[in-house]
């Protein structure tokens, strides 16, 4: 089976692209739907930033959905799960003026574009950077973008339903054109900013091995000092199996599913509501570390070693790959 890098949602297949001032860095758009891109591209390009909000960034399966909570219960004071979807804060995919009633300010909007091709208004923000070994990152990856329900964007099927891993793995080391652009790329940038004043930059593994210490850097980092016995709760109720529960058993908060109208139509609504929630329950799909040594075979393993024994931008990145 060949394989077209350009996924529908790919801003490539339209030339939809966000790129960084100077224009040396291009990437491209993740596009839902053709019709409401517009509205979420003009929001993100026009909104003034509040300095009492915290920006999220990570490349996808990287930890975005647990550091996302455990982030805004630091700032509620409350471990309870947030009531309303995380996609409603996803300046990627919802214009961002949708969120201002259901989440007022301070709150953490969360992003997948590296930040370079982001509007200066974002790049002063506080902002966490979470990020993952590339092995698990692209098994995970490799669920996710086959897994996409993709009629939201013009009732298109998914043509990678069928895309096999080994396929996946070449397209994951080389191609550029997918959305948010190579995963690679993306790290390399974001590890370079790690000693900005307004960046925090932790690892996934950390989070899931050290979750204690991992929530109190980031309870530090945005200043909400909240006492350790709520960083205790907040760590245990972000842990992969509780919220697997808590958060694919909620019903969808009205404010979610006018984003979803927003994006699909009123006429599409029913249909992608299912096909989203599929998508839920499968955005939590193991979260462990190590996960890849299940899918790559031998040789798969050699080759990708082989490309990060020549990734100069990487070699000084601490991954870690397994958990002891």
Known sequence: ????????????????YFVSDDGSVKVAALVMNKDSFPKVRSDLEEYKWNDSDFLLATFSKNGTHFMWEAMMMLLKGSADYIQGSKALLMIDASPVSLSIK?????????????????????????????????????????????????????????????????QFVELFLHEKEIFYGRYFDYIE?????????????????DL???????????????????????????????????????????????????????????EHLEENHTKLKKATVQIYRKGVIGDWKNHFTVAQNEMFDDFLADWEGGKDIPFVYTQE
């Open 189 to 205: 940038y974001m590890w370079s900013l790690r000693d900005e004043p307004n960046i925090l930059l932790v690892f996934y593994e």
């Open 208 to 266: 899931k091995m050290n979750p204690l210490d991992t929530i109190q850097k980031v309870n530090e980092f945005m200043g909400t000092n909240r006492s350790p016995e709520l960083v205790t709760e907040i760590a245990e109720a972000v842990s992969f199996d509780k919220m697997k529960v808590g958060k694919t058993t909620a019903t969808p908060s009205k404010e979610s599913m006018e984003m979803l109208k927003s994006i699909v139509g009123p």
């Open 102 to 166: 259901p989440f007022p300010s301070p709150r953490v909007l969360n992003t997948h574009y590296r930040t370079d091709v982001l509007p200066a208004e974002y790049r002063k923000a506080k902002t966490v950077v979470v990020m993952r070994n590339p092995k698990d990152t692209c098994v995970s990856y490799y669920h996710h973008y086959k897994n996409i329900p993709v009629t939201v964007s013009d009732g298109e099927l998914n043509p990678f339903e069928n895309i096999t891993f080994a």
């Open 1 to 16: 089976m060949a394989v077209s890098p350009l996924h529908p949602m790919s801003g490539a297949a339209t030339g939809q």
